[in-house]
């Protein structure tokens, strides 16, 4: 009787240890998800937020015009600025990007109006956001394309040669190319090309004359920087 009873606890306590090792089997396969493109295990779900931060070559096409001068035509000079943006995954390949920088243009008289010289100078903040399709099946390469709006704000204006110079905040379109390579979960590099659409009215006086013209700036902004994906 006592080696049936010895036997039998020797059975419960066999029941109870699986169940125990089999819940610490599971509560591990919950907590460590596997990453298919990399084959690795993850201590928590990957968020869907990540950031980038680059150094950004703003590159302006040199065209525009005065609207009552034949002839006119404006340059613009390009610079090189820092840039944040910021992703939201809504997927694995679709994300919404928010891009955030600012910089500033000097504008140049050409044409028949080449005498003007610098006519002025104005700050842009242009925050761009972009809807992206990210392609996962190049394992730690990811390139992505994406397209969006902006709106662009025109600030802190000096007047050159021109008495009073006001260049107009606006809408435009953006087209956008790129990828990231990741070196890890979190960390990565990232190349990042796009083309601003962005055509804003000016109004500027010159010797007591109120003019009015475009500015057909339509940069390309090209970056290189850093990824951190939380």
């Known amino acids: ?76 000079s390009n610079s090189v600025t820092p840039e944040l943006d910021i992703s939201y995954f809504f997927t694995d390949n679709v994300a919404a990007e928010l891009i955030l920088g600012t910089t500033y243009a000097n504008i140049t008289g050409q044409g028949s109006i080449g005498a003007l010289g610098n006519i002025g100078k104005v700050w842009l903040l242009p925050p761009t956001l972009t809807l992206q399709y990210h392609f996962t099946d190049f394992g730690a390469f990811k390139p992505y394309v994406g397209a969006g709006v902006n709106y662009t704000i025109f600030y802190h204006q000096e007047a050159g040669s021109a008495d009073d110079l006001k260049v107009k905040n606006t809408f435009g379109t953006a087209l956008q190319v790129g990828f990231d390579y990741m070196v890890d979960q979190h960390w990565g590099v990232n190349f990042d090309v796009k083309k601003l659409f962005l055509k804003p009215d000016f109004d500027v006086t010159v010797a007591g004359n109120k003019q009015t013209g475009k500015a057909e700036l339509d940069p390309w902004l090209i970056g290189a920087g850093v990824t951190y994906h939380f």
């Open 1 to 76: 009787m006592a080696t049936k009873r010895m036997n039998w606890a020797r059975g419960v306590t066999a029941a109870v240890v699986l169940v125990l090792v089999g819940q610490q089997a599971a509560a591990a396969d919950l907590a460590e998800p596997c990453d298919p493109d990399q084959g690795v295990l993850f201590t928590e779900w990957p968020s869907p937020w990540q950031i980038r931060l680059r150094a950004l070559g703003v590159i302006t096409e040199d065209s525009g015009y005065v609207n009552a001068v034949p002839g006119s035509s404006l340059s613009y």
